[in-house]
């Protein structure tokens, strides 16, 4: 229930399990009149819708027919949703309890594409992550846990585990706090990330192609996948110096094309097939720091420039960086502990980033971030009616 302020509080659920962990099955009475529950969130520097799994279609066709009409896609605008026409704000997480006993929720996110009708689930996102403890205590699946709770969560899309843990002062989620993170203009309360099983989340591989360089038109890539499948190239190498802002990367249709080209031939060396309509893998092209950082750069999603930096695919940078052969290491100035400052478009991203380089291949040790997250609101969303014209079928 809601406090004075408005704000919720537990009333009593246990720590998991008092919610239904079953999808819906009835699905001609989701989306229709009465509206879905939904919470809208920023998560770091992303914004998405965050539904409980029992509020969504158990049906995967379902569900994304839904999730399309409610984030308003396929349109750029997305005028008729209530999503924000990016990639970064055209994001939805599902969160139920978990039933693994290593975990307490299960997240499984979605990209919902914007001019496309395409939902993917090949792909993690860290950012939302950052908002699915505080969101599992704002619906009852986790107690409160002192001032300070945190919570195990099962990375669906590809099996990993992660922590969260958040403030939680008098038994509610605290989204007020000092902590700035590039990209978002106000601070918030931080929370902090920590990540394992991260290598191969994508591939099943650290590196995917087993190399740390291959080539693909006729420039020197390092494929690789510690949380997120990345190609990372040298900017140079695609005519540009890296330092470019956002606006001059997205009016550059030349080179969007050498990076669809670059990321789906990858995407076949990577094992993951034809790439050409997914979402991953990224691209991430890297220059040298110019502000203080490790290693400067510049991230496509997957050919639309990003405005800073994923968090898992920052980890994945700084993995190739640390790579003794790989593309970035020529350019990375790396600190002597595991935190590394990457350098984006809107500002900096540090991450902590521990590989075991005496194994063959390497092997990644553990990761972690600082992100903050905010409800923004929490209500009903009503979809638009099936068929393109509005009319209901």
Not at 126 to 140: D, H, I, K, Q
Not at 150 to 155: D, K, M, T
Not at 281 to 293: C, E, I, M, N
Not at 351 to 365: K, N, Q, R
Request: with cysteine.
């Amino acid at each position: 229930m809601a406090d004075d302020n408005g704000r919720q509080v537990w009333t009593g659920a246990t720590d998991i399990g008092d919610h239904d962990r079953r999808p819906r099955t009835d699905v001609t009475d989701i989306g229709g009149d009465d509206g879905v529950r939904c919470m809208l969130m920023r998560g770091g520097t992303s914004k998405g819708a965050y539904f409980l799994a029992g509020d969504l279609p158990g049906d995967p066709r379902e569900r994304d027919d839904l999730l399309l009409r409610i984030l308003g896609s396929p349109d750029p605008r997305q005028i008729d949703g209530i999503g924000g026409a990016h990639p970064l704000t055209s994001k939805v997480a599902v969160v139920s309890p978990s039933a693994d006993p290593r975990a307490d929720l299960d997240y499984l996110f979605l990209q919902v594409a914007v001019d496309e009708p395409a939902v993917s689930g090949r792909q993690n996102c860290g950012n939302l992550l950052a908002g699915v403890g505080p969101f599992a205590v704002e619906r009852g699946l986790v107690r409160p846990r002192g001032d300070d709770t945190e919570v195990r969560i099962r990375l669906v899309n590809t099996g990993g585990l992660a922590t969260a843990r958040f403030p939680t002062p008098g038994g509610r989620v605290d989204y007020r706090g000092g902590t700035a993170i590039s990209g978002v203009p106000a601070t918030a309360a931080a929370v902090v990330l920590g990540f394992e099983d991260t290598a191969g989340s994508g591939t099943g591989r650290l590196l995917p192609t087993g190399r740390e360089v291959d080539v693909i038109d006729g420039i020197e890539v390092t494929c690789v996948d510690n949380g997120m499948p990345v190609v990372v190239a040298a900017a140079e190498d695609l005519g540009i110096t890296g330092y470019e802002p956002y606006e001059t990367l997205a009016a550059d249709a030349g080179l969007r094309e050498r990076v669809q080209s670059l990321r789906v031939q990858a995407g076949k060396l990577m094992g993951l097939g034809d790439v050409t309509g997914e979402a991953v893998p990224k691209t991430t092209l890297v220059a040298p720091p110019r502000d203080g950082g490790a290693l400067c750069t510049r991230t496509f999603i997957p050919v639309r420039p990003h405005t800073a930096i994923g968090v898992l695919g920052a980890v994945s940078v700084v993995t190739a960086a640390l790579l003794p052969h790989g593309v970035a290491r020529r350019f990375a100035r790396l600190p002597e502990g595991a935190r590394v400052d990457v350098e984006h478009p809107t500002g900096h991203l540090e991450v902590e980033v521990e590989l075991d380089l005496s194994t063959s291949p390497p092997t990644a040790v553990r990761a972690a971030n600082v992100r903050t997250a905010r409800k923004l609101f929490d209500g009903t969303v009503f979809p638009r009616p099936r068929g393109r014209d509005g009319a209901r079928r």
